[in-house]
């Protein structure tokens, strides 16, 4: 296997100043995750001995960010250029260093497959390094790829670096390499940083290695969007959109209805099943799993979520952190916190709060609610205007409803408090002791009634207003 002797190098240690922003770029969510870790994701796809990533601008915060993508670190303390930081890791990449995958950590959108034939094409051509590269319109910021009049690759230019007539040039440098590891590294060792930004730039390898008559291959990749890499906010928006479409592609694929694609972002980690119906506006974020049948309306967020087939989850529904069995209905305006879950048929109407809570097989909830730290079996109705009172302002407490309870509108239930199977809690009462199976519990004053009292009322104004 050819794979086997492949490493693979991350740099991702500049700051990427054109985000105008404290954090480092590379942390930035393309997709809803940082954009570094799908640069990490796609050349895991070619099976690599191991992939070093080099850090140095916010170096904690991009190690914990990649914390498990199975890669090894190399400080780059200061940043003095591309080349500098391959050379950082110079190290760790060993005296027996074979093919060597360099990628910029700003290329979130990059496909492993355009990476696999970069590889293949490479050890076809046995040359000493091959550089990705396209062809854009308007090249205006990236480095030039300056060919002989036969077509060989002469030099990388930097924009800042190249006369009018170069930046005339199309054909850009991508930023990913396969190179000699050896040759690469020993070359890098002899460049001086003679450049407008007075920095060791990996690209002056590409003049150096021909100086020392090896040979240099470009592939011109034909999807110039998969390959530009993200260096200000409106790249960061293209680059979340291109990998939300594709997500989204596949979904429709795989028998997904999205009634409008452009508008609506399923995270890439999520999956769902098949004649589910997503309405435009929806958000899904994080690795949630959607069933088979569902539907999802309008204007909905569900984070890191797992629905069972069948569920309906009503416009405008924000849905964290929970569990949702089948056949469950939300919504319309429901939400549902961390640690909320909805057993089989299970029924949350609008304006409905829960946060970790259990609602039982066929347990309803249809308006008005807060139901927190709850456990609520199979079976019960929860009246409008019920709230679980789970908070002392120290400590939080329990509610328990044993199967078949039913709550009268506008209950309070002081936690900790238990309501026992099949038992009645009067509209309007505020449960403070445990109520036993079977029993009814009103927890409210009693009703009076004052025969007259209107009457009475009207006349005394009435005197009060003669003698003024
Ligand atoms: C680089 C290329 C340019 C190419 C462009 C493609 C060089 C000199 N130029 O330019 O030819 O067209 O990418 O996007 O390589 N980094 C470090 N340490 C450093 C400097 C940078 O790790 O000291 C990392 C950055 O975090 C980033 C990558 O290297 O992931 C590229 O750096 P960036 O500043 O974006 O390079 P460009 O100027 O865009
Ligand atoms: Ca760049």
Redesign the pocket.
């Known amino acids: 296997m050819p794979s086997k002797r492949l490493s693979v190098l991350v740099?991702?240690?500049?700051k990427?100043t054109r985000m105008r922003s404290r954090t480092i770029?590379?942390l930035h969510p393309v997709a809803g995750r940082p954009m570094v870790a799908w640069v990490l994701d796609a050349a895991k796809t070619l099976g690599p001995s191991r992939t070093i990533t080099?850090v140095?601008y916010q170096a904690d915060r991009v190690r914990a960010a990649l914390a498990n993508s199975g890669s090894t670190f190399v400080l780059?303390k200061e940043?003095?250029?591309?080349?500098?930081?391959v050379l950082r890791a110079a190290r760790a990449i060993g005296s027996k260093p074979g093919t060597l995958l360099i990628l910029?950590?700003?290329l979130p959108t990059l496909r492993g497959t355009t990476l696999r034939k970069l590889v293949n094409s490479h050890r076809r051509r046995r040359v000493a390094l091959t550089v990705l590269t396209a062809e854009l319109p308007d090249a205006t910021?990236?480095?030039r790829i300056l060919r002989d009049r036969a077509g060989n690759v002469q030099r990388?230019v930097?924009h800042r670096d190249a006369s009018t007539e170069q930046r005339r040039v199309g054909e850009?440098?991508?930023?990913v390499y396969v190179a000699d590891a050896g040759k690469l590294l020993r070359v890098l060792r002899k460049l001086k940083p003679h450049n407008d930004q007075g920095?060791y730039?990996?690209?002056d390898a590409v003049h150096q290695l021909i100086a020392e008559r090896e040979s240099i291959a470009a592939v011109r990749h034909s999807d110039a969007a998969e390959v530009?890499?993200v260096?200000t906010r409106q790249e960061l928006a293209l680059a979340s959109h291109m990998l939300f479409e594709r997500h989204a592609e596949r979904l429709q694929d795989s028998g997904v209805t999205l009634l409008d694609a452009s508008r609506t972002w399923i995270d890439p980690r999520t999956t769902v099943g098949r004649d589910t119906v997503i309405y435009p506006g929806v958000i899904v974020e994080g690795e949630c799993k959607i069933g088979a049948n569902c539907v999802i309306r309008s204007g909905c967020r569900i984070a890191d979520t797992k629905i069972g087939a069948g569920t309906e989850i009503k416009d405008y529904s924000i849905v964290l952190g929970s569990r949702i069995a089948r056949n469950a209905t939300i919504g319309p305006f429901a939400h549902l916190r961390p640690g909320s879950i909805l057993e089989d048929g299970a029924k949350v109407g609008n304006f409905v709060e829960l946060k970790k809570t259990r609602l039982g097989r066929g347990s309803k909830a249809n308006h008005l609610t807060y139901l927190g730290d709850a456990t609520i079996a199979e079976d019960c109705n929860i009246g409008a205007g019920t709230i679980t009172c789970n908070y002392d302002g120290t400590n939080k407490f329990p509610t328990v409803l044993a199967k078949g309870v039913f709550i009268g509108s506008n209950t309070q239930l002081v936690a900790p408090v238990k309501i026992g199977e099949g038992a009645y809690v009067a509209a309007g009462s505020t449960v403070t002791r445990n109520v036993p199976k079977g029993a009814l519990a009103i927890g409210r004053s009693k009703q009076m009634n004052i025969e007259g009292w209107v009457a009475r009322k009207s006349k005394k104004l009435k005197n009060r207003k003669r003698k003024s």
């Open positions: 740099l991702a240690a500049g990427g770029k590379l080099v140095g780059q940043q003095r250029g591309t080349g500098h930081a910029n950590g700003d910021g990236y480095g990388i930097e850009i440098n991508t930023g920095e730039y990996i690209t530009l890499g260096n």
